[in-house]
């Protein structure tokens, strides 16, 4: 007989920004990031400047503030931080302080999302390849905690490793936009998580009450983390391939955890429908392939299955509508959102071992080379000429979330 799962309480959060929606990355005259040269032969659509986040944060945050969210993840961008070797940005990180700082004076919790992959431009494209490069997140990590004393709670490492890693190394969807390379794949992999285990292993000892966290990857880029992490699989039809190749890759991560350096143990999980793909043909096709073959989770129930170990955290994936830079849906697909959300409170809840559930994306943002997917609670239209883009008070699919997510998160839990 299995024990009950502890009890915790249950924290609601939402991620904020990123590129497309903070802007201000690989334009001319920008900080670079790996994704420049895709943009600058046309494999990618440009991120552009944003979504105004930047110039002026408070429209978007006082919508984020209203949903009644506890916690908020902002995401950062490495090649923003660190625009030259040995170079830390003191502007960049002002205007994090200034943010976060605003978030806490509205009573939320914070935190930071540091890479979703992307790295600076003079890092280079295989930079995760790159023995030097884990050290260099976890000093990144330890640097921003400190540079942003008692501002932060929670600290992502980096978004997605199995995602990005298949996206880059497999797909060709992101960089280094390499196809059909897996073992290249899982030494990146290897590289990226080793990095959150040094970061969680120095804050450990600096800022032992901020909490480092591992986002994981839908279906196919979670079941690598899991082989690479050390942990029992998520129960694909590909899991022992996966384990295979992860036995050929460098061990980097498991050494680590072998010598006490981390434990990577706060998970948060991804459920839902409609995870975004790439909009080039050939990687779309490998990316329906691996979705296929390693189906994102539908509920918190299935998520919950092969839990790492409780407390945990729970993500919730919904594309609300695939739309294009002119304005052309070819889906939607919002319209059942707010049930899922309300469904999904109900069962972290009742578990009683899940201790964070993030809502989804605040706002529509650059994912994959392109604006197609709109995961946000607040689209973003993009198709008004010269005044380039309007931050919506529905999502893309013309649903007031914010409205019902306010209601849901007002009601005893």
């Known amino acids: 007989m299995s024990a009950d799962p502890r009890v915790t ?54 919508r984020v503030l209203g949903l009644g969210v506890d916690e908020v993840l902002v995401r950062a961008e490495w090649a923003r931080l660190a625009p030259a070797e040995g170079v830390v940005d003191e502007a960049e990180v002002a205007w994090l302080s ?22 600076p431009s003079w890092m280079g494209p295989e930079a995760w390849l790159m023995p030097a490069t884990p050290e260099r997140l976890a000093i990144l990590a330890t640097e921003l905690v400190a540079a942003l004393d008692g501002l932060l ?3 992502v490492p980096v978004e997605e490793p199995g995602a990005w890693c298949l996206g880059g190394w497999v797909a060709g969807a992101s960089p280094p936009l390499r196809v059909g ?30 909490e480092v966290a591992w986002l994981a990857s839908p279906g196919l880029g979670q079941e690598a983390e899991r082989a690479v ?55 779309a096709a490998v990316w329906r392939a691996a979705s296929e073959a390693a189906p994102l989770a539908a509920t918190v129930p299935s998520a919950l299955t092969s839990a790492p170990a409780s407390p945990v955290g729970l993500r919730m994936v919904h594309s609300s509508a695939t739309i294009d830079e002119r304005g052309r849906v070819s889906r939607l ?17 009742a578990h009683g071992g899940v201790n964070r559930l993030v809502m989804g994306e605040a706002t529509d943002r650059w994912r994959l080379g392109s604006y197609r997917s709109r995961e946000g609670v607040f689209g973003v239209d993009r198709t008004r ?22 209601s849901l998160l007002a009601e005893p839990r």
């Open 9 to 62: 309480p249950l924290r609601t959060s939402i991620l904020l920004g990123g590129r497309g929606v903070a802007g201000g990355v690989d334009g001319r005259g920008e900080p670079g990031s790996t994704w420049r040269e895709a943009m600058m032969i046309g494999r990618v659509l440009p991120s552009g400047s944003g979504a105004g986040f930047r110039r002026d944060p408070s429209p978007i945050l006082e």
């Open 98 to 119: 200034r943010l976060l700082t605003d978030l806490r004076h509205a009573g939320r919790r914070t935190g930071l999302v540091l890479t979703d992959g992307a790295v």
């Open 153 to 155: 709670d929670v600290v």
């Open 181 to 210: 390379a897996p073992s290249d794949a899982m030494a990146a992999l290897d590289g990226m998580l080793a990095g959150l285990v040094l970061a969680e292993g120095a804050l450990t000892s600096v800022a032992p009450d901020v």
């Open 229 to 283: 992490l050390g942990l029992p699989g998520a129960g694909s039809r590909l899991e022992r391939p996966v384990r295979s190749l992860a036995r050929r890759s460098p061990g980097r991560t498991l050494q680590l955890r072998a010598s006490g350096a981390g434990a990577a143990s706060s998970a948060i999980l991804p459920f839902g429908a409609g995870a975004p793909t790439p909009s080039a043909p050939l990687a």
């Open 333 to 349: 697909r919002g319209h059942h959102r707010l049930a899922l959300l309300a469904d999904a409170l109900e069962a972290a809840a």
């Open 385 to 406: 000429g010269s005044v380039g883009y309007e931050v919506e008070a529905v999502d893309a699919a013309g649903i007031d979330v914010a409205a019902g997510l306010a």
